[in-house]
């Protein structure tokens, strides 16, 4: 059985599509599965944002093939870990659970570089390419200490 790891924003067409991509391009796709979604369902069957697309090209990371989906209750059944990018998509997701081993499963994405402050992934979708980078960057160095946690024997 793959460990399926789920990235979480608002819309899955700006960060977490860059978290899904990256993720991937660390872990071994034979025993890895991870996907993302949105809170909302704004953009339900939309590509990545074009900023998303082109700073994930830029390092070498395809992200055009996703869609993007809405989160769903039966996704705490099926996903081992759940990443948030914000305190608004942690506290979106954490009313859904039914119990605490569905809570417990929610963590902040950026709580892997700094633990336990929460710190936010910020929305980029208002402002210009920059914000896409150092998105890209954030998420790229959260995800390095991921893979590695998760690839230690057990
Ligand atoms: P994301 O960015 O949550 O990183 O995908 C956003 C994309 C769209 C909207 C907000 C945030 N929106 O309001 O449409």
Redesign the pocket.
């Given at each position: 059985m793959k460990v399926k790891i789920l990235m979480v924003?608002?819309?899955?067409?700006?960060?977490?599509?860059?978290a899904e991509g990256i993720l991937q391009s660390k872990l071994d796709p034979r025993y890895y599965s991870i996907k993302s979604c949105?809170?909302?369902s704004?953009?339900i069957g939309s590509k990545?944002?074009k900023r998303?697309i082109d700073i994930a090209k830029q390092y070498g990371i395809d992200i055009t093939n996703q869609r993007?989906t809405q989160f769903k209750v039966s996704d705490f059944t099926t996903y081992d870990y759940i990443y948030v990018?914000?305190s608004s998509?942690y506290q979106n997701i954490i009313d859904l659970a039914n119990n605490d081993y569905e809570k417990n499963k929610v963590k902040h994405i950026l709580n892997e570089l700094h633990p336990d402050s929460n710190f936010d992934?910020p929305?980029?979708?208002?402002g210009g390419k920059q914000g896409f980078d150092d998105?890209f960057q954030m998420i790229n160095k959260a995800c390095d200490n991921i893979a590695l946690k998760l690839n230690k024997p057990a």
């Open positions: 924003c608002l819309g899955n067409i700006c960060r977490s599509p860059l949105g809170t909302s704004y953009h990545p944002d998303s993007a990018m914000d998509n992934v929305d980029p979708y208002y998105v």
